[in-house]
T-cell receptor, first 110, second 115 residues
């Protein structure tokens, strides 16, 4: 089992729709969870982080964490073509080693 | 510029040569990470430091790879006897060492091409 798993996609949504990205992780001791956006040829850019169970909202982005299910998700409301990118889920494992999933490619169609 | 800085941005080298990359983290950050990323994959953990101490190195990492952070500030990643399979983007990230506020921020990466 991979430490951090994501559906590779591509996930295609129409402009204005909600994009839902999911991630599961293996280490029950993990405490910190992150979502990064990566455009082609660029380095990852942090867009959300969450430490506690529940929802965390920042603008059009909502991160959701369920530690019991070892599940993290990212919702993007009112998706825009500029949101088209690869979204990486990252988890701080015990000892603060940050492990990344393989990423989900998102396409937002105008 | 107070972000993470990596040098060089691009490196082309012949197979068998040694290469060294540098990373300057955000100044108040005491954790520093190195990752490798190939096309279509997420960043693969290589190693990380807390201050000058190297706390973990990936089991998948060949002995040809070594990293240092001698004074707990900048770090170097050296690859000896490069192979074509080493061609990738090498990413450095830094974060603070608290129990919270552990978000890691990336540099722009060093793209290595081994020919």
């Amino acid at each position: 089992q991979k430490e951090v798993e994501q559906n590779s996609g591509p996930l295609s949504v129409p402009e204005g729709a909600i994009a839902s990205l999911n991630c599961t992780y293996s280490d029950r001791g993990s405490q910190s969870f992150f979502w990064y956006r990566q455009y082609s040829g660029k380095s990852p850019e942090l867009i959300m982080f969450i430490y506690s169970n529940g929802d965390k909202e920042d603008g059009r982005f909502t991160a959701q964490l369920n530690k019991a299910s070892q599940y993290v998700s990212l919702l993007i409301r009112d998706s825009q073509p500029s949101d088209s990118a690869t979204y990486l889920c990252a988890v701080n494992m015990e000892g603060f080693k940050t492990i990344f999933g393989a990423g989900t490619r998102l396409f937002v169609k105008a | 510029d107070t972000g993470v800085s990596q040098d060089p941005r691009h490196k082309i080298t012949k197979r068998g040569q040694n290469v060294t990359f540098r990373c300057d983290p955000i100044s108040e950050h005491n954790r520093l990470y190195w990752y490798r990323q190939t096309l279509g994959q997420g960043p693969e953990f290589l190693t990380y430091f807390q201050n000058e101490a190297q706390l973990e190195k990936s089991r998948l990492l060949s002995d040809r790879f070594s990293a240092e952070r001698p004074k707990g500030s900048f770090s170097t990643l050296e690859i000896q006897r490069t192979e074509q399979g080493d061609s990738a983007m090498y990413l450095c990230a830094s974060s603070s060492a608290g129990l919270s506020n552990t978000e890691a921020f990336f540099g722009q990466g060093t793209r290595l091409t081994v020919v």
